[in-house]
């Protein structure tokens, strides 16, 4: 009898499982998830590439990309495929290393700025492909096995056991991705939630956790490095009231009349000369691997 832990089937189905929980916990949406999504990371595109281009930000993607060159698979040879490249953080330092980066993006407002950091870096290497990971077909793009290194640095894109696999269908010899190993939801959403849904949010399990423990079921043995990351972010009453107003408006369904009075009230009398100060910790994990080492 196969042990559970070393099967595959097994970690896909705990993946699966975890989705389908969360999926069920969230009340049904007045719009379809995706336009939700997209005019989320299109709102938040310029806030998001101020923040990763910070000092830290930038101090841990040289370490990453060092750690990349020693593996052996970002060389002045190596051909990139970058899913979700966001503003293009991950892309740009890529291509002034390696032959070529093909960087797929969804979100428009990410692109445009992407676009202009290429043009302002003179960098002309990189090729973006505006789709969802989703929704690229493999076959009709010629990307199956057409990349030397494949990486998902912190992608909502490979959320799904089908989405990583397809991801290590592209690549020729390695992979590197990043996510969250762990993450304590912010107590402001903690209260909020409890106080609008009726019910305790819970800190879940995140999904590079699966995405590790599969590729050892696998046979595929990554190199794991774990960074924690710690942000201290004050912001007015008014911007975080109207973050919270629109996530449960638009994620968890709530109406604004209903909800706009309990969140201002509850910001209110937690804030400190208007302000909201939001203190989080969390653990990444960054796995780097080489897809022909099967044994």
Request: proline share 4%.
């Amino acid at each position: 009898m196969e042990i559970q832990a070393t099967s595959q089937t097994f970690w896909e189905d705990q993946w699966l499982k975890t989705i389908e929980r969360s999926n069920a916990e969230q009340p049904q949406r007045s719009e379809p998830a995706g336009t939700c999504a997209m005019n989320k990371w299109d709102n938040m595109a310029k806030d998001f590439a101020r923040r990763t281009n910070g000092e830290k930000a930038s101090a841990k993607r040289d370490a990453t990309l060092k750690q990349l060159v020693a593996k052996g698979i970002l060389t002045p040879e190596t051909r990139v495929l970058d899913i979700g490249a966001g503003p293009g953080s991950w892309a740009l330092p890529m291509a002034k290393i390696c032959a070529h980066v093909t960087a797929l993006e969804p979100s428009g407002g990410m692109i445009e700025i992407m676009s202009d950091r290429i043009e302002q870096e003179k960098v002309n290497n990189i090729n973006i492909v505006q789709n969802t990971w989703q929704e690229t077909d493999l076959a009709e793009q010629g990307w199956e096995k057409a990349f030397d290194l494949v990486v998902a640095f912190m992608s909502p894109a490979v959320a799904t056991p089908k989405a990583f696999s397809k991801m290590l269908q592209c690549a020729a010899k390695g992979c590197a991705i990043r996510g969250w190993a762990a993450r304590r939801q912010p107590q402001v959403l903690k209260d909020l939630w409890e106080m609008i849904m009726k019910r305790s949010l819970d800190d879940k399990p995140q999904s590079i956790l699966y995405k590790i423990n599969l590729l050892f079921s696998m046979g595929l043995y990554p190199d794991i490095y774990f960074d924690v990351v710690e942000w201290d972010q004050v912001v007015s009453v008014e911007t975080e009231a109207e973050n919270q107003v629109s996530f449960f408006t638009k994620v968890a369904g709530k109406a604004d009349g209903d909800i706009r009075p309990v969140i201002h009230s509850y910001l209110q009398n937690r804030a400190g000369k208007g302000q909201i100060r939001k203190k989080q910790k969390g653990l990444t994990a960054t796995a780097v691997f080489l897809v022909d080492s099967l044994i």
